[in-house]
């Protein structure tokens, strides 16, 4: 049995259809505010949208936009989002809409601690050096 995805009881084709405002009433506030705010990053961001959308190829839209409210038009699309220093590719889901494109790039990685080095703490200067 497949679950169907909702959001705000809405399916996706529903909220698709939806214009950008409409949509923007569904979300929380902290959203909503960002999206006007940030108004002129989002009209050259939904500029670079169209223009991949219209050219039908599957290329990433490239962005630094990591603050940027994932609306239901971009479902299904690729996203390439800078975390500093370099291009992340994101595929956009239905679950991921009302977030933003920053989460889904993680700008640190793991760290991996190897032995300690020389003068790397007080024990190991007592610890032969190979």
Known sequence: MARIFTFRGKTIEELQKLSPAEFMKMLDSRQRR???R???RYKELLGDISKAKSSGSGKAVKT???EAVILPLWVGMKFAV?????????????EMMGHRLGEFA???KRVLHSAP???ATRGSKF???K
Do not use: C, P
């Open 117 to 119: 080095g020389i003068r």
């Open 38 to 40: 940030n108004g002129l």
């Open 82 to 94: 800078h975390n500093g220093k370099e291009f992340k590719e994101v595929a956009i889901t239905e």
């Open 34 to 36: 960002s999206v006007i």
């Open 64 to 66: 630094h936009v990591r």
């Open 127 to 129: 610890l032969s050096v």
């Open 106 to 108: 993680f700008s640190t």
